[in-house]
Every structure is written in structure tokens, then in C-alpha cells.
T-cell receptor, first 112, second 111 residues
Framework: KAGVTQTPRYLIKTRGQQVTLSCSPI?????VSWYQQTPGQGLQFLFE???????NKGNFPGRFSGRQFSNSRSEMNVSTLELGDSALYLC???????????FGSGTQLSVL | GQQVMQIPQYQHVQEGEDFTTYCNSSTTLSNIQWYKQRPGGHPVFLIQLVKSGEVKKQKRLTFQFGEAKKNSSLHITATQTTDVGTYFCAGPVQGAQKLVFGQGTRLTINP
């Protein structure tokens, strides 16, 4: 069974640009969560989607948004990038009534 | 909001020494999960504890869930270089489908 796949693996953007990150969950998993990881702040919850519906959102500005498609694949978008958005963005899926998360390898975003 | 605190933030040990990380939640948890993230890697699920006072072992790793279900610990006996990484605890937020993670304990080992 394939794991959680995130693309791209690395991304370099400049301030003011926007970026879209992609996540393909484990087959059969319908819940996809996104986390931002920085050295100083640890793992911060962004949002969680289930069956194309956002069920929860973390304390991030509206520049951070996401969506989930009917095949459970998810994307997150960050608009008007700021230097502080530089981080590792992790996607995780879960399913089958199990709460444990399976993480992808992440997208390392650098904002210059 | 619900907070999960983890200490210590960093721990450096000699290979063969024991290691313990502690996790405390501001609220009672229905369960607690532990993850390990190797340097340059992503968090990987280790274990989930559900019952009050539960103790689970995985080889040299011992996980405990407190009686009040607000704290937990991970103890590694006789560390090996393969144990290097950051260990996170995480608890579900009541009424919400999300996990709150502790800040993690970064373990480094002197071989």
C-alpha cells in the first residue's frame, strides 16, 4: 500500500507570491490534515478535511486555505507569501475509524 | 485552547544511557499518541495509549499514560544511535477532529 505522497518536495518562492501544495492520502483514507512545522513552533495544525468538507481549522490567517477532492486528494494554498511562511508543510491521512496519522514526507517551502 | 506541553525540549545522552520524555495536557485526553521524527524525516506513529494508567512496551521503549489521563511518558532503556530523533506526544482535541502536538523532545546520542 502506497504511503502519503506530497508534492513538490521542495519549493522556493518570493514574498508576495502564492503557492499550492498537493497531498495524496493512503488509499481508502478519507481524512487529510495539514500541519506547519517550524523549528521554533513545532507542529501547528492548519486544517483537516473529510469527504471534501473542512471539519477543523487552526489559528492561521485567511491566506492559508485548502480543499479536498472527491478522490480524497487535498491541496493547500498560501497566498501573498511572507518570510515567516518558510516551513515544512506536512500532510497526514487517517482512516478506518483510527485516529493515528500517517504523514507524508512534507513540502519544504522557502520564502525569500 | 487545549495545550500539550512536553519536556525536556532537548536531551543529549551517551549511548547506552536511558532517556525519558514527559508530556502534560491541560485537559483530560481520550487517548495519547506518540510519534518519532528522524532528522530530515517526517513524524512516524509509534503507539497509542487509551486506558488510564496504561503501560505499553515496544522492545526498549516503555510508554505510560497517567491515571488522570492528562500526562504520559516515554522511556527508552539503553539508548542506541538508531533512537536519535525528535519524539512527539499528541492528543485529540475534544469535539474536534484534530491532534494537538507537544513541542517535541529532540534526542541526540553520543556514540
Amino acid at each position: 500500500k502506497a504511503g502519503v505522497t506530497q508534492t513538490p518536495r521542495y519549493l522556493i518562492k518570493t514574498r508576495g507570491q502564492q503557492v499550492t501544495l498537493s497531498c495524496s492520502p493512503i488509499s481508502g483514507h478519507r481524512s487529510v490534515s495539514w500541519y506547519q512545522q517550524t523549528p521554533g513552533q513545532g507542529l501547528q495544525f492548519l486544517f483537516e478535511y473529510f469527504s471534501e468538507t473542512q471539519r477543523n481549522k487552526g489559528n492561521f490567517p485567511g491566506r492559508f486555505s485548502g480543499r479536498q477532492f472527491s478522490n480524497s486528494r487535498s491541496e493547500m494554498n498560501v497566498s501573498t507569501l511572507e518570510l515567516g511562511d518558510s516551513a515544512l508543510y506536512l500532510c497526514a491521512s487517517s482512516g478506518g475509524g483510527d485516529e493515528k496519522l500517517f504523514f507524508g514526507s512534507g513540502t519544504q517551502l522557502s520564502v525569500l | 485552547g487545549q495545550q500539550v506541553m512536553q519536556i525536556p525540549q532537548y536531551q543529549h545522552v551517551q549511548e547506552g544511557e536511558d532517556f525519558t520524555t514527559y508530556c502534560n495536557s491541560s485537559t483530560t485526553l481520550s487517548n495519547i499518541q506518540w510519534y518519532k521524527q528522524r532528522p530530515g524525516g517526517h513524524p512516524v506513529f509509534l503507539i497509542q495509549l487509551v486506558k488510564s494508567g496504561e503501560v505499553k512496551k515496544q522492545k526498549r521503549l516503555t510508554f505510560q499514560f497517567g491515571e488522570a489521563k492528562k500526562n504520559s511518558s516515554l522511556h527508552i532503556t539503553a539508548t542506541q544511535t538508531t533512537d536519535v530523533g525528535t519524539y512527539f506526544c499528541a492528543g485529540p482535541v475534544q469535539g474536534a477532529q484534530k491532534l494537538v502536538f507537544g513541542q517535541g523532545t529532540r534526542l541526540t546520542i553520543n556514540p
